[in-house]
């Protein structure tokens, strides 16, 4: 008989697995209590992507007398941007409803609990209660919320509300300088605003490769970007229409006045009101405990997806969906070794990782090899106007196996798949070296980052040894 799987969340761990499940025979059901594709396709990666295309091109217009791009009647149409942005989003949320139709998976309306194992409620506009052999949580996250003085004055907004803004902000202050932060930052940036990025730490961009971070700053702040780092959010108050952000720096006080103020200050698993506590599904600081096949203390319940906390990123909630039902139904259940997770910030111009930083290799104790290659030396990096960028590739030292791949420049984060595949494979410098890039493509850079790694490059002159 059919295995019965029943996945509580529809974002996009929760709904890849499902249609996997299907895949597989399985007779599967998915509660989402609101919109399917979650955070990613709703409020996170899909908006501000398509908000951010429309910015680059007006930037680009706007400032590209010096690539033949003259005069400047072009203007930003907020209310045209928005409508567009929603109207991707709605026409990737219907793909996925059909996805899951044409796979045979039913999708319930309402908040799943699982109320115990093999259980789960359905409270929607009726009350459903389903059975499953396995049940698969994909709950996601929240934004992390501050508890400042004037956290609820209209203006103060999360990475949610800024995507429903009235009007284009002539000036904005986005306190947290991580991924979400910077990718605000660039947005506004580019659209004209006047915007300032307030960090607690010494740099932005924490756990991405400090070259990267460094690089980005510098870019940003060509663009007119302020950074604050180090700096502390004490009060937002109201004053003539404006708000105002105060923030210590150091032992100084700041007064930093914006239309809008955006928090992005992280984000936590969401498990609340699936009954997982009351189950006795494990959960420590907030997150689900899960084991290598993302199976929870409880036999046949998985946690998959930012729920788990492991990597909040779209593409391995995905990953483990996939890799969780596999393992639920006996099937393939090695396929997947150890996740190798590319992270991409969609900023001008774009930063893409795979592996570990040069940070990380040293706090490991690895013994490794380097190889940089500025994008100033190819040449379709020139002609995007990224050879500001460059590629950084770490490998072991004795082998020459790829451990780490770090590129800020254009195109970095659809580049990032040849390495992320070279990694999977376990590659080493040298299959990089002798695998053909098109030429004239940005990807030339990854092979002469790998020639570099021994100081051969052939479009940067060798560097001089001491
Ligand atoms: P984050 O953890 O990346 O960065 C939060 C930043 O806020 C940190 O730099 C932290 O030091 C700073 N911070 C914390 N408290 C502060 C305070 N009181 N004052 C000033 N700064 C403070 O979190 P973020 O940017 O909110 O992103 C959340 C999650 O969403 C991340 O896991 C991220 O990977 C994911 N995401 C991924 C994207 C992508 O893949 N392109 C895009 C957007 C989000």
């Known amino acids: 008989m059919a295995k019965k799987v029943v996945v509580i969340g529809g974002g996009p761990g929760g709904y890849v697995a499902a249609i996997r499940a299907a895949q597989l025979g399985a007779e599967t059901h998915l509660v989402e209590k609101e919109n399917l594709g979650g955070t990613c396709l709703n409020v996170g990666c899909i908006p501000t992507k398509a908000l951010l295309h429309t910015a680059e091109l007006y930037h680009a217009v706007k400032h590209g007398n010096h690539i033949g791009l003259v005069g400047d009647s072009v203007q930003i149409d907020w209310k045209a941007l928005i409508n567009r942005k929603n109207s991707v989003v709605r026409r990737l949320v219907g793909g996925v409803a059909g996805l899951l139709k044409a796979n045979g998976v039913v999708v319930h309306k309402g908040r799943g609990q699982l109320t115990r194992p093999g259980v789960v409620q359905v409270h929607g506009n009726t009350a459903e209660t389903l059975s499953a052999d396995i049940v698969i949580l994909s709950t996601g996250s929240v934004p992390v919320k501050l508890n400042f003085p004037g956290v609820d004055l209209p203006g103060v907004v999360d990475s949610t509300g800024v995507l429903s803004l009235e009007k284009l902000p002539a000036s904005l202050t986005i306190i947290g300088g991580g991924v979400i932060g910077v990718e605000f930052a660039a ?167 795979v592996g570990i930083t040069e940070d990380e290799a040293k706090k490991m104790g690895i013994i490794y090899k380097k190889g940089v290659f500025p994008l100033a030396g190819n040449g379709k990096s020139m002609i995007d106007e990224g050879e500001s960028g460059f590629v950084k590739i770490l490998a072991e030292s004795k082998y020459g196996e790829i451990l780490g791949v770090h590129i800020v420049g254009p195109r970095a984060t659809e580049i990032i798949g040849e390495a992320t595949l070279a990694m999977r494979l376990e590659a080493t410098v040298e299959e990089l070296v002798s695998t053909i890039h098109a030429h004239p493509t940005v990807s030339e850079s990854l092979g002469e980052a790998a020639l570099a790694v021994d100081n051969l490059a052939i479009h940067w002159p060798p560097s001089i040894k001491a």
């Not at 300032?196 to 740099?203: A, N, R, S």
């Open 187 to 353: 947005l506004f940036a580019a659209l004209g605003s006047k915007v300032t990025v307030v960090e607690l730490l010494p740099e932005i961009l924490p756990g991405i490769d400090a070259d990267l971070a460094a690089n980005l700053k510098q870019s940003l702040s060509k663009k007119g970007v302020a950074f604050l780092n180090g700096a502390k959010l004490e009060e937002v108050s109201q004053a003539n229409g404006a708000l105002s952000a105060k923030v210590m720096l150091g032992m100084e006080t700041k007064e930093i006045a914006a239309e809008i103020v955006l928090v992005a200050v992280g984000r936590r698993a969401y498990t609340e009101g699936a009954g997982l506590e009351a189950v006795g599904v494990k959960i420590e600081r907030g997150k689900v405990i899960v084991d290598d096949h993302y199976q929870t203390n409880l036999p046949g319940v998985y946690a998959i997806g930012d729920c788990n906390g492991i990597t909040m990123l779209a593409h391995a909630a995905s990953h483990q969906g996939i890799a969780a039902v596999e393992h639920a139904l006996g099937h393939g259940a090695n396929r997947h070794g150890k996740p190798i997770v590319p992270a991409c910030v969609y900023t001008h111009p774009e930063l893409a990782s």
